[in-house]
T-cell receptor, first 115, second 110 residues
Framework: DTEVTQTPKHLVMGMTNKKSLKCEQH?????MYWYKQKAKKPPELMFV???????INESVPSRFSPECPNSSLLNLHLHALQPEDSALYLC??????????????FGPGTRLTVT | GNSVTQMEGPVTLSEEAFLTINCTYT??????LFWYVQYPGEGLQLLLK?????DKGSNKGFEATYRKETTSFHLEKGSVQVSDSAVYFC?????????FGAGTQVVVTP
């Protein structure tokens, strides 16, 4: 099973709302990622968790708050977003063995629209 | 720093034509190289990979060879189908951080 699931598939939120995106994998992967993808652009890395600890934060605004409750779950909490934050948010995971990270497997994404 | 350069699209071709998408990279060390495909409205799917020089990755009729001397990882398919219409991303992995190319849109017409 190489599936990464994400919920919800679509999300529309106002600039004062608080919402969360969820990601789950059951492949035993110990690295999980959040990416933001704008139309016709490649994914941009936001956060990396390795063994449930935040290892990379690519200078993402504090209105995005990641959380990794356990090795299978990854959340992205959203608060006071701006219209320019509208994008496809992708979650990915990868195996880590002896410090070596392998290929990433992506979920289908959450299409976020901020009004 | 690391970077990946892909040929610009869109690439438009007829069914059963030969497809090549060029990808070159700049990196320190010996990164792993990947091709991902993204169909409309979906996430990225791993298409193939190569982890060391001269490795050939292949999947679903697609192939790419890791060429260290030319720092390239060109994607090829001998006979495309309409269902191959998608955006293709070349990527490298350097210490767990992926660097993606800009993506190349491929449109295959019947």
């Amino acid at each position: 099973d190489t599936e990464v699931t994400q919920t919800p598939k679509h999300l529309v939120m106002g600039m004062t709302n608080k919402k969360s995106l969820k990601c789950e994998q059951h492949m035993g992967h110990r690295a999980m990622y959040w990416y933001k993808q704008k139309a016709k652009k490649p994914p941009e890395l936001m956060f990396v968790y390795s063994y449930e600890k935040l290892s990379i934060n690519e200078s993402v605004p504090s209105r995005f708050s990641p959380e990794c409750p356990n090795s299978s779950l990854l959340n992205l909490h959203l608060h006071a977003l701006q219209p320019e934050d509208s994008a496809l948010y992708l979650c990915a995971s990868s195996q880590v063995v002896a410090g070596t990270t392998y290929e990433q497997y992506f979920g289908p994404g959450t299409r976020l629209t901020v009004t | 720093g690391n970077s990946v350069t892909q040929m610009e699209g869109p690439v438009t071709l007829s069914e059963e034509a030969f497809l090549t998408i060029n990808c070159t990279y700049t990196a320190t060390g010996y990164p792993s190289l990947f091709w991902y495909v993204q169909y409309p409205g979906e996430g990225l799917q791993l298409l193939l990979k190569a982890t060391k020089a001269d490795d050939k990755g292949s999947n679903k009729g697609f192939e790419a060879t890791y060429r260290k001397e030319t720092t390239s990882f060109h994607l090829e398919k001998g006979s495309v189908q309409v269902s191959d219409s998608a955006v293709y991303f070349c990527a490298l992995d350097s210490w767990g951080k992926f660097q993606f190319g800009a993506g190349t849109q491929v449109v295959v017409t019947p």
